[in-house]
């Protein structure tokens, strides 16, 4: 039988190459209790200043925690930001005390919402690259992570699998 043929280790190989290949796929990342699903921004335009950072936030642990800081290896300074339509007026400020994830809640850094600006850009958001960048939580600690860089102008991130 085919099975019975399998060593141990070679199985346990397999697995762990699955397992890989899954990660990677998904392009998550996790620190403490936080999850961060799919960081990604959108490709800048020749001369942008700006660009803007997305992700989802899942906080699996049973208290609150806050995401305090970000920078990216593309800019010079990251804040995170909510944008709001009240009354038909468009607002966008930076959140100077961050941004809170409850406790067994998912916050989704989204176009139109909560959001990351990384300011005074280095180097250019690149369609179909990824940019290095951190995310502080007030409890978690500090993780890397990577960008994935959809299109100009896309409303979605569906091309780089997720």
Do not use: Q
Not at 25 to 45: C, K, N, Q, Y
């Amino acid at each position: 039988m085919f099975i019975s043929s399998i060593t141990r280790p070679a199985l346990l190989g397999l697995a762990a190459t699955l397992f890989l290949s899954a990660g990677a796929s998904a392009h998550g990342f996790a620190v403490g209790d936080m999850e961060i699903g799919h960081p990604w921004s959108r490709a800048t335009l020749p001369g942008a200043k700006v660009a803007a950072g997305y992700a989802t936030l899942k906080n699996i642990g049973t208290e609150p925690d806050r995401l305090i800081g970000v920078t990216a290896e593309i800019a010079g300074k990251g804040e995170i930001h909510e944008m709001a339509v009240t009354d038909g007026v468009m607002t966008m400020r930076p959140l100077k005390d961050g941004l809170e994830i409850p406790a067994g809640a998912e916050v989704k850094l989204e176009p139109g919402s909560y959001h990351i600006m990384f300011m005074d850009l280095k180097a250019p958001a690149v369609e179909g690259e990824r940019f290095k960048g951190t995310m502080t939580f007030e409890k978690a600690g500090t993780i890397e992570v990577e960008f994935a860089v959809d299109k100009p102008g896309g409303d979605d991130h569906s091309s780089h699998g997720g």
